[in-house]
């Protein structure tokens, strides 16, 4: 079965450094996702990408974050000056038809931030 | 927008014995309902979901749901639960005409033996 996958599985990187968090959606899908998940709080929506365009984006997605698709396979998160409190988990999901209930999600990226 | 509430953070249970995860939801659109499973140390795992039809749904591990529009509620059950259940659920919403997931804060499932 197609899966989304995520590199690195963890990132310990230090304040103010910029990361970059890589996915490889399901080759055929067409709508991409990150979504956060502080450690011991809900999964959080962070942005929809689609078309090389962000969709829709949330409150949490300021402009220290950014979203690319470089090639036609991966799709990327940048931090561009990381902050103590986005230690997260970050997982990205993909559809095809951009709807919720084909979400496939991937393992998801343990960011760090020391 | 959506919130959804799940009513217990921890549920422990024995083995073998039934198990219900308790969710609410709010919102004045309509709405598709999921239930996530997250083992630990990995990523989120569709359990099932609800999209139109049947109130009760059926999903893998001998999970299902049901959905009641007029109490605004999504639980999760099990008849009977294995030491292998033991994980975080989550509840989540999307409108119907939307891709934005909402989730629950988790409940936190462990199975004793």
């Known amino acids: 079965e197609p899966e989304v996958t995520q590199t690195p599985s963890h990132q310990v990187t230090q304040m103010g450094q910029e990361v970059i968090l890589r996915c490889v959606p399901i080759s055929n899908h067409l709508y991409f996702y990150w979504y956060r998940q502080i450690l011991g709080q809900k999964v959080e929506f962070l942005v929809s990408f689609y078309n090389n365009e962000i969709s829709e984006k949330s409150e949490i997605f300021d402009d220290q974050f950014s979203v690319e698709r470089p090639d036609g396979s991966n799709f990327t998160l940048k931090i561009r000056s990381t902050k103590l409190e986005d230690s997260a988990m970050y997982f990205c999901?993909?559809?095809?038809?951009?709807?919720?209930?084909?979400?496939?999600f991937g393992p998801g990226t343990r960011l760090t931030v020391t | 927008a959506q919130s959804v509430t799940q009513l217990d953070s921890q549920v422990p249970v024995f083995e073998e014995a039934p198990v219900e995860l308790r969710c609410n939801y709010s919102?004045?659109?309509?709405?598709?309902l999921f239930w996530y499973v997250q083992y630990p140390n990995q990523g989120l795992q569709l359990l099932l979901k609800y999209l139109s039809g049947s109130t009760l749904v059926k999903g893998i591990n001998g999970f299902e749901a049901e959905f009641n529009k007029s109490q605004t509620s999504f639980h999760l059950r099990k008849p009977s639960v294995h030491i292998s259940d033991t994980a975080e659920y989550f509840c989540?919403?999307?409108?119907?005409?939307?891709?934005?997931?909402?989730f629950g804060e988790g409940t936190q499932l462990t199975v004793n033996p």
């Open positions: 919102s004045s659109v309509s709405v598709y």
């Open positions: 999901a993909s559809t095809w038809g951009g709807r919720a209930y084909e979400q496939y």
């Open positions: 989540a919403v999307v409108e119907t005409s939307g891709s934005r997931l909402t």
